[in-house]
């Protein structure tokens, strides 16, 4: 990894115009314990402030907490699966899936991981900073409206795009899931919201199992491209080219968010892809100009540690150029 992060903390010195980046971590992501040999731990959250540090990355504004309200969660989740997600998290009652894990830390998280999608939302369109990245856990692209599952309670980026649309006042949002394992929570919750554009890329058939590119969504705002087992940086970088820009050049979003997985590295144990961790900093360079540039990622899978840092130190790195 220090051969990388050299590299970026040389690069960094060429710019001499930076955007001003918001960033999210909280201590409260490290007690959501999902117990030993699980892939989605807290040394995620270590690996990822480590690589910061050695690439010399340091975030123009600190995102406070905020714990999303229960209003907020409702805009995309049943109350059935919000009390059922609260019951077990604060009962300590073990849940039956063994992927998904809650405990008595795991509720405070949740709720502060979906609160710091809101307010990095809400930075970015007040204009307080040019785009933001939340280092949460657990991650959320998996939760769907009525059910948990993949590591994911609370679907964090659907929860900050209706934010967006109800409460920001924009008409039209775009999400990018680039996470390895399709998004299906994700367009569960948008597959009817014409005012919401979802366009996921991932290793297909893999899990959950869902985003066929026949899955277009009922008003056509639904774009999955599936990436067959094996692929590398060019196929995704020409995926983004060729299929994501004009995709959302023509629905003309006022805001994009990221749903960013760094798990189709070629190192991450849980897919079969073959990027680089520099292929993050091409991919983010490539989609920089969408929405004018207000962005919000957050954190979803990645899952080798090195590959995790490195890959997040890159696509931070850019986010910060102007």
């Not at 910061?52 to 309200?69: F, H, L, Y």
């Not at 554009?197 to 899990?207: A, D, I, K, N, V």
Request: aromatic share 8%; hydrophobic share 40%; proline share 5%.
């Amino acid at each position: 990894m220090i051969g990388c992060i050299a590299v970026l903390r040389a690069r960094k010195d060429l710019f001499s115009t930076m955007a001003q980046m918001a960033f999210f971590q909280c201590d409260e992501s490290q007690k959501h314990n999902t117990g030993a040999g699980h892939p989605e731990s807290a040394a995620r959250m270590i690996a990822i402030q480590h690589a910061m540090e050695a690439a010399g990355i340091t975030p123009a504004v600190s995102i406070e907490k905020r714990m999303a309200s229960l209003d907020d969660l409702a805009r995309c989740h049943t109350q059935d699966h919000i009390g059922l997600v609260q019951k077990y998290c604060l009962s300590g009652e073990p849940f039956p899936d063994p992927d998904t894990v809650m405990g008595p830390g795991s509720w405070d998280a949740a709720l502060l991981g979906a609160g710091a999608a809101i307010e990095a939302s809400r930075l970015v369109l007040e204009g307080v900073c040019d785009n933001a990245f939340c280092a949460v856990r657990p991650p959320g692209h998996h939760a769907e409206r009525n059910k948990v599952m993949g590591f994911c309670l609370f679907n964090n980026v659907a929860i900050a795009a209706r934010w967006l649309r109800t409460e920001g006042g924009l008409k039209r949002v775009a999400i990018l899931d680039w996470d390895v394992h399709h998004g299906n929570g994700t367009q569960d919750i948008t597959y009817s919201d014409d005012s919401i554009f979802y366009c996921s890329l991932h290793e297909y058939p893999h899990y959950p199992g869902t985003g066929h590119p026949s899955e277009r969504g009922k008003k056509n705002t639904n774009l999955n491209i599936s990436m067959s087992v094996e692929c590398g940086p060019d196929a995704w970088l020409s995926a983004i080219e060729e299929d994501v820009l004009p995709a959302f050049e023509a629905f003309d979003p006022e805001f994009l968010l990221i749903s960013a997985g760094f798990d189709a590295h070629r190192l991450d144990p849980l897919a079969n892809q073959r990027l680089e961790s520099e292929t993050y900093k091409e991919m983010t360079r490539l989609i920089k100009g969408v929405a004018n540039g207000r962005i919000v990622s957050l954190l979803e899978g990645g899952y080798h540690l090195q590959a995790l840092g490195e890959s997040v130190a890159y696509h931070l790195h850019e986010l910060q150029q102007d």
